[in-house]
Nanobody, 128 residues
Framework: QVQLVESGGGLVQAGDSLRLSCEAS????????MAWFRQAPGKEREFVAY????????FHADSVKGRFTISREDAKKAVYLQMNSLKPEDTAVYYC?????????????????????WGQGTQVTVAE
């Protein structure tokens, strides 16, 4: 049984930093693209960042580029999201997701429906 468990969310002030963590179990972690998505109140879930493999390519959405950094430690089956210079518009539930790196996975890297497994989410609230 695959499980993704996020942690590290909370209430912070604008300009502060947070580091989200996601620990995976039940899958061969190194074979998966790992990503972060977020969903703000009243809005659709949106892509934040992905990591193809350890030490490999990462990509960040324009809205977070230069402020957020995704990283992973395959030995710990963990993926992280370092969030700096947080803004009130970053307020959302943040989700960790995993997609098997097979077939035409590269066509679905920023698409929710490309991901096989999801965590339960962690709330990030950024106050003015």
């Amino acid at each position: 049984q695959v499980q993704l468990v996020e942690s590290g969310g909370g209430l912070v002030q604008a300009g502060d930093s947070l580091r989200l963590s996601c620990e995976a179990s039940g899958l061969t972690f190194s074979n998966y693209v790992m990503a972060w998505f977020r969903q703000a109140p009243g809005k659709e879930r949106e892509f934040v960042a992905y990591s193809l493999w350890s030490g490999g390519m990462t990509f960040h959405a324009d809205s977070v580029k230069g402020r957020f950094t995704i990283s992973r430690e395959d030995a710990k089956k963990a993926v992280y999201l370092q969030m700096n210079s947080l803004k009130p518009e970053d307020t959302a539930v943040y989700y960790c997701a995993a997609q098997a790196r097979s077939g035409d996975y590269y066509k679905r890297l920023q698409k929710q429906d490309g991901y096989d497994y999801w965590g339960q989410g962690t709330q990030v609230t950024v106050a003015e």
